[in-house]
């Protein structure tokens, strides 16, 4: 699984940030996080390519979502037939249809907006859900958790082959699929040489928000949570009033749930070329595993177990 920051800016776009979106690149899938302007320049510019599956929308503020008309009129240019879903927020749809609309046309291929609330299953797919997570922010707001299932277990083919006598083949597949095979004789369950399920991994993307104990939740154990880290403790008051998080903050609440990475981003054009200010306050309470997202950066997310 790879991430790469397309958008790290708050409200208002610098020279060095684009407004917010994130590319989730899992088993070839494509999982775009909200779609600001300039999106699809920055796709281009950092070569995440343009096949689309599912854009996840947090909020109808336009720092999040007016990206949105000119990417679906390029994929029409490019001929793409394959449907493309929008997901976002509960009471949302005519704005996200009035937005796309602007132009005039509609995509010539399918185009499917759905409507979600907190604790929704946004996404079933195979091996992974996506789930919405309650947010607070100024308006009707969502984050996004990925959440994989749990992998089978590791099969123990020296315990398979020296000690049962099984010979690499079929039986090995049957095994680690959970099946018991006969062999010599006698009965030989999956237990006795596949290990207990692996956990999948978890990546949590929370959108414009206060720091809230849904989002904590959501993000225990996380492999990665990309939280708003829009202001420094000199703005706490504006954080809170303006429905932002500080760095602090987020990393309070990310060393409370336990997750293994914090990636700030939504950065305030005030910290412009001093984001080392967020960053230090962000790891004084998360620890080193903090950094703050940049344009054009990726990153990939490996298994729990991969060392």
Request: net charge neutral; proline share 9%; hydrophobic share 30%.
């Given at each position: 699984?790879?991430?790469?920051?397309?958008?790290?800016?708050?409200?208002?776009?610098?020279?060095?940030?684009?407004?917010?979106?994130?590319m989730v690149r899992r088993e070839g899938e494509r999982l775009l996080f909200d779609c600001g302007e300039g999106t699809q320049r920055q796709m281009m510019h950092f070569g995440t390519g343009f096949d689309v599956a599912h854009i996840f929308v947090s909020h109808m503020h336009g720092d999040h979502v007016l990206g949105i008309p000119g990417l679906l009129q390029t994929m029409d240019f490019n001929e793409r037939e394959e449907p493309l879903a929008i997901h976002a927020p509960h009471g949302t749809r005519s704005?996200?249809?009035?937005?796309?609309?602007?132009?005039?046309?509609?995509?010539?291929?399918?185009?499917?907006?759905?409507?979600?609330?907190p604790g929704?299953?946004?996404l079933d797919a195979n091996e992974y859900e996506v789930q919405a997570i309650e947010t607070e922010h100024r308006t009707q707001s969502l984050g996004y958790a990925l959440v994989e299932d749990d992998r089978?277990?590791?099969?123990?083919?020296?315990?398979?082959?020296?000690?049962?006598?099984?010979?690499?083949?079929p039986k090995y597949s049957k095994l680690h699929a959970g099946e018991a095979v006969e062999h010599d004789g006698r009965?030989?369950?999956?237990?006795?040489?596949?290990?207990?399920?692996?956990?999948?991994?978890?990546?949590?993307?929370?959108?414009?928000?206060?720091?809230?104990?849904?989002?904590?939740?959501a993000s225990e154990d996380a492999d990665l949570l990309i939280h708003d880290g829009t202001f420094g403790d000199d703005r706490a008051a504006r954080a809170r009033r303006t429905g932002h998080s500080t760095a602090r903050e987020a990393g309070s609440l990310a060393a409370e749930a336990g997750a293994k990475r914090?990636?700030?981003?939504?950065?305030?054009?005030?910290?412009?070329?001093?984001s080392d200010q967020l960053l230090e306050e962000a790891r004084e309470a998360f620890g080193e595993a903090a950094f703050v997202a940049a344009d054009g950066q990726s990153i990939d997310v490996p298994y729990p177990d991969d060392g």
């Open positions: 699984m790879r991430v790469t920051f397309l958008g790290t800016s708050g409200a208002v776009p610098t020279t060095e940030r684009n407004p917010s979106a994130v704005q996200l249809e009035a937005l796309i609309g602007a132009t005039g046309d509609r995509p010539s291929y399918p185009l499917r907006i759905t409507q979600n609330g929704d299953v946004v089978k277990g590791r099969f123990d083919r020296e315990t398979a082959e020296n000690e049962l006598g099984i010979e690499p083949g009965t030989i369950q999956p237990e006795e040489v596949v290990g207990p399920p692996r956990p999948g991994r978890t990546v949590v993307y929370t959108g414009d928000t206060r720091p809230v104990e849904a989002v904590r939740r914090l990636a700030l981003t939504h950065i305030s054009t005030r910290y412009a070329g001093r």
